[in-house]
C-alpha cells in the first residue's frame, strides 16, 4: 500500500498528556468529516479544522511507496539514535490510511507510536498511544484508549455519555475561533467545564504560543 502525507516534521508534542516530548509529526491527507476545502466546511461534520491537510505538497510531505519507505523518513527525520524515538499519526483522519504494515515499520524503525484520531473508525491494535477528539454529529466507535480530547465548546456534544467511555485521561481544549474574543469564550467554557466535571483536564495548544508546528 502507499501512502499519501501532506507534511512530515520534527516538533514537540504541543497538547494532551504528551505535550512537552520531542515528536516526528506525520500529517496523512484526507479526512471522513472534511474534505480541506473552505467551500465544503460549513456543510461539513466538522467545521473547526484549523489544519490543512489536502494534498501532499507540504514540507517532508509526499506520495510513499510503501511503509518501509515512510518509516525511513520518520526515522531521518528524527535523526541519530533510536532511543525515546516518538512519532504522532495525525491528519485529517490517520485511520483512513494506517495499517498492519506502516505500524509494523515504525515499530522496527524503533518508533512508540502515537495516533490522534477522529474515532470514527476503529483504531489499529499497534498504537501505543491513542488520543481520539470526538466531533459533535459524528458516530464515534472507537471509544477506549489512552486519551481523549475534547475540543470546547461543540454543540451538541454529550458530555455526560462520552465522560463514559474508557479512557485514561479526559481532556478539554479550548476551540480556536481565530480571534482573540472568540478565543477568550472558549477558553472560560473549557475552564467553566473543568470546574464543574473534575474528572476533565484542561489542555492548552502549547504548539502554537511557542511558535511551534
Known amino acids: 500500500m502507499s501512502y499519501a502525507v501532506k507534511e512530515m516534521f520534527l516538533t514537540l508534542q504541543g497538547e494532551g498528556v504528551q505535550a512537552g516530548r520531542r515528536a516526528v509529526f506525520v500529517r496523512f491527507a484526507g479526512c471522513n468529516l472534511w474534505s480541506g476545502r473552505e467551500q465544503d466546511r460549513a456543510q461539513a461534520i466538522c467545521r473547526f479544522c484549523d489544519t490543512d491537510f489536502v494534498g501532499t505538497d507540504g514540507d517532508g510531505g509526499g506520495k510513499f511507496a510503501d511503509a518501509a519507505a515512510l518509516a525511513m523518513a520518520a526515522a531521518a527525520m528524527w535523526g541519530e539514535g533510536t532511543a525515546e524515538r516518538f512519532c504522532v499519526l495525525t491528519g485529517g483522519e ?44 459524528s458516530d464515534v466507535v472507537q471509544r ?64 502554537k504560543q511557542l511558535g511551534l508546528r
Open 94 to 137: 490517520p485511520m483512513l490510511q494506517v495499517d498492519d504494515a506502516l505500524v509494523d515499520a515504525l515499530h522496527g524503525a524503533g518508533f512508540t507510536i502515537a495516533m490522534e484520531s477522529n474515532g470514527t473508525l476503529a483504531a489499529h491494535s499497534g498504537i501505543d498511544w491513542l488520543c481520539v477528539s470526538p466531533k459533535a454529529g
Open 144 to 207: 477506549t484508549g489512552d486519551e481523549l480530547k475534547l475540543v470546547w465548546p461543540q454543540p451538541g456534544s454529550d458530555v455526560a455519555a462520552i465522560e463514559t467511555w474508557d479512557f485514561a485521561h479526559h481532556l478539554v481544549q479550548p476551540l480556536d475561533t481565530g480571534d482573540a474574543a472568540g478565543n477568550a469564550a472558549s477558553m472560560a467554557a473549557a475552564i467553566a467545564l473543568v470546574m464543574d466535571r473534575p474528572r476533565w483536564r484542561l489542555t492548552l495548544q502549547a504548539h
